[in-house]
């Protein structure tokens, strides 16, 4: 197993980067590895590593996702944290093209961001990988120049906030009503407060949409009246809500939580209709993530005997979002790069 010496703190904002750390090593290794896989088995693709969009031989844009794996993470008796913020380095470094993992959250962040970490509170007793994962970005971040303080820790428990120093989402809804185009509402007041938002999902199927990944976590959990937007499953109300400015507008990254994958059941999950998958899936195109979510849901399903979500297409929600460029559903544009701890 992966075993990392401390990382060196930088003191408050000031963004120093930290010398070279053994945990830089492993997920430099990784990615050069990952690199040199990819450069193997897809014509064209290598000179893209470390972009989040690029172009294939043919001239057409396409947008990267990760998927990183580690066998280790998953323990008989919990996860193993330190694997897991390999993991997740990995992915924030892969996408922001930097060489360590300091440098690719500046990419993203800038100094005095208020960063919103958006979980998910449906099912997440039951799944139980996000106590560990909060813990693996807080430190990380707070490794890169981030201090908790500037974190707000959304649809998490008080005591998982009290152990990483995390603050609370303001509560309460924005008195304005906002029109999103397919309805209006009130948003969470907690959007006014931060200035950057990570989208932490879960991967799960859901008995409305089909599946629920990026752009569900966000839609439905800043509108005061979800159920009014269920119809049609979700669509076009998903993707028009999260096209929101006081949305999309702060979205810096998506990270799926792919420790852990309801393939069936879900939202609301049961022990027996989770797979333990060992992954984190990274991009900056939510559209693009849920749609390579999806596909891994259904190979589990598969495994299982079960029949895909996606054999009558792709849920309704997830072409609307693409048609208010909110992201691309196309699979010919979307390019999944997988790298293994």
């Known amino acids: 197993m992966c ?39 897809s014509a064209g693709a290598a000179d893209r590593v470390g972009t989040s969009h690029g172009m294939d031989r043919h ?13 280790n993470v998953m323990m008989p008796v919990g996860i193993h944290e ?10 924030v470094t892969r996408l922001s093209g930097e ?6 959250w500046q990419t993203f962040l800038k100094p005095d961001d208020v960063i919103a970490l958006k979980f998910n509170r449906n099912g997440a007793k039951t799944i139980g990988t996000t106590g560990s994962l909060l813990k693996a970005f807080v430190a990380s971040l707070e490794n890169a120049g981030f201090d908790p303080s500037q974190i707000v820790a959304v649809e998490v428990t008080p005591e998982l906030r009290s152990l990483t120093r995390t603050r609370a989402p303001v509560d309460g809804w924005s008195n304005k009503v906002v029109d999103f185009g397919s309805g209006s509402d009130q948003l969470a007041a907690w959007l006014d407060d931060v200035t950057a938002i990570i989208n932490v999902p879960f991967l799960k199927t859901h008995n409305l949409c089909r599946m629920t990944g990026a752009l569900k976590n966000l839609s439905h959990a ?14 076009p109300f998903i993707g028009d809500i999260v ?37 984190l899936l990274g991009s900056t195109d939510p559209v693009a993530l849920d749609v390579s979510g999806l596909r891994l849901i259904d190979q589990v399903r598969a495994a299982v005997d079960l029949p895909p979500i996606g054999e009558a297409g792709l849920p309704e929600y997830l072409v609307a979002s693409d048609s208010r460029g ?14 293994k701890l």
């Open 82 to 91: 330190e694997v897991l913020r390999d993991l997740l380095e990995i992915v």
């Open 99 to 104: 060489d360590n993992a300091a440098k690719a």
């Open 222 to 235: 800043v509108v005061k009246h979800p159920a009014r937007y269920h119809a049609n499953g979700c669509s």
């Open 3 to 41: 075993q990392s010496q401390p990382d060196n703190q930088s003191n408050g904002g000031d963004h120093q980067t930290p010398p070279l750390s053994r945990r830089d090593f492993i997920v430099g290794s990784a990615i050069a590895a990952g690199a040199a896989a990819l450069h193997t088995s």
């Open 243 to 279: 096209a929101l400015p006081q949305i999309d507008g702060k979205v810096r990254l998506h990270i799926a939580d792919a420790l852990r994958i309801v393939f069936e059941g879900g939202p609301i999950p049961h022990e027996d209709d989770i797979w333990d998958g060992g992954m």
């Open 326 to 339: 909110v992201g691309t559903s196309k699979t010919h544009e979307i390019l999944l790069q997988k790298v």
């Open 59 to 71: 001239g057409t844009r396409q947008v990267r996702v990760i998927q990183a794996r580690s066998d």
